[in-house]
């Protein structure tokens, strides 16, 4: 699996959209972008994938750019409940490659009142 | 409908000593992962099941972990013995097939002393 980038922490403002960038400029053209994440104390959490174009459902919204070499995850109004690590993955669906997530350290997101 | 079941939710051992988690899966779910994660860092792949076949055990240390899924299942993951590095977080997920998202259960902290 291609390795990603993430910045190690963000702040943002509760009922603020909270925007966490994604750097994955090795990926390939059968790798999809996944983003889970882990809440203290518990497991982490799938939140949304993607393969090229832009996906959202009701938790968020994924923004994949042209070359897919980066992504943004959009929390559209950031709550406190939303402070948790934030991981971008790329994975392979079937075939070639590891088929488990491979994590990175993820993104700190800290939601301030 | 219940998620991912993992007990016990913390384990205190003497170094040296066995230790067993055991996790139950979502009904229906196909796959199954343990997961270790230590303080800091994200979670790593230990082994991945297929029904009751272990498909990925490339990063499980086999001269004292060991794994199993009777009946495709339920699954347990065994220390022995156990070393103070093996202290962390297990976490168990599990999917309805390979390429579905995967739920994860809250983990079972270990400590060694």
């Known amino acids: 699996d291609a390795k990603t980038t993430q910045p190690p922490s963000m702040d943002c403002a509760e009922g603020r959209a909270a925007n966490l960038p994604c750097n994955h400029s090795?990926?390939?053209?059968?790798?999809?972008v996944y983003w889970y994440r882990q809440i203290h104390s518990q497991g982490p959490q799938y939140i949304i994938h993607g393969l090229k174009n832009n996906e959202t459902n009701e938790m968020a919204s994924l923004i994949i750019t042209e070359d897919r070499k980066s992504s943004t995850l959009i929390l559209p109004h950031a709550t406190l409940r939303d402070t948790a690590v934030y991981y971008c993955i790329v994975r392979i669906l079937s075939g070639g490659g590891a088929d488990g997530l491979t994590f990175g350290k993820g993104t700190h997101l800290i939601i301030q009142p | 409908e219940a998620g991912v079941v993992q007990s016990p939710r913390y384990k205190i051992i003497e170094k040296k000593q066995p230790v067993a988690f055991w996790c139950n899966p979502i009904?229906?779910?196909?796959?199954l992962y343990w997961y270790l994660q230590n303080l800091g860092q994200g979670p790593e792949l230990l082994i991945r099941y297929e029904n009751e076949e272990a498909v990925d055990d490339s990063q499980l240390p086999k001269d004292r972990f060991s794994a199993e899924r009777l009946k495709g299942v339920d699954s347990t993951l065994k220390i022995q013995p156990a070393e103070l590095g093996d202290s962390a977080v297990y976490l168990c997920a599990s999917s309805w097939h390979r390429d579905t998202e995967a739920f994860f259960g809250q983990g079972t902290r270990l400590t060694v002393v």
């Open positions: 009904s229906g779910h196909n796959t």
């Open positions: 090795t990926i390939s053209g059968n790798e999809y």
